[in-house]
C-alpha cells in the first residue's frame, strides 16, 4: 500500500505557472505508475497525466498538452505537475494516483489506480 500527499496548489491568474507535487510513503515508489486526475465542480474527474515507473513515458490529455508536464523523482518518492500558462478552465481540484497494476484498464481511466491522494485545490483567475 501506499500513501499519497498532494501539495502547491493555490490561486494563480490566467497565463501564470504552479508546480504540483505528490509525495508518496509506504512501498517501493518505483513500482507504481502514477497519474494526475483533476475535477471541477459538478464535473467528473478526468484524467490529466501519465507517467510509469522509470519516467520514460508520459502521456497527457489534449486539454493540457504543451503547457503541463509531468515528472518523478524516485529518490524522493515524488511525482510532479508542473502547469504553465493556466487558464480559468484549468481550475479544479488536483488529485494524484498511483497504479500497481500496469493501469491494466487504460492510463486515463480511474478504475487503473488503487491508491489516490486527498486533492489540492488549483483555481485560476481570469
Known amino acids: 500500500q501506499v500513501q499519497l500527499v498532494e501539495s502547491g496548489g493555490g490561486l494563480v491568474q490566467a497565463g501564470d505557472s504552479l508546480r504540483l507535487s505528490c509525495a508518496a510513503s509506504?512501498?517501493?515508489?518505483?513500482?507504481?505508475?502514477m497519474g494526475w486526475f483533476r475535477q471541477a465542480p459538478e464535473k467528473e474527474r478526468e484524467f490529466v497525466a501519465f507517467?510509469?515507473?522509470?519516467?520514460?513515458?508520459?502521456n497527457y490529455a489534449d486539454s493540457v498538452k504543451a503547457r503541463f508536464t509531468i515528472s518523478r523523482d524516485n529518490t524522493k518518492n515524488t511525482v510532479y505537475l508542473q502547469m504553465t500558462s493556466l487558464k480559468p478552465e484549468d481550475t479544479a481540484v488536483y488529485y494524484c494516483?498511483?497504479?500497481?497494476?500496469?493501469?491494466?484498464?487504460?492510463?486515463?481511466?480511474?478504475?487503473?489506480?488503487?491508491?489516490w491522494g486527498q486533492g489540492t485545490q488549483v483555481t485560476v483567475s481570469s
Open positions: 494516483a498511483a497504479s500497481a497494476s500496469r493501469v491494466r484498464f487504460g492510463i486515463d481511466r480511474l478504475r487503473s489506480y488503487e491508491y
Open positions: 507517467i510509469n515507473w522509470s519516467g520514460g513515458s508520459t
Open positions: 509506504g512501498r517501493t515508489f518505483s513500482n507504481y505508475a
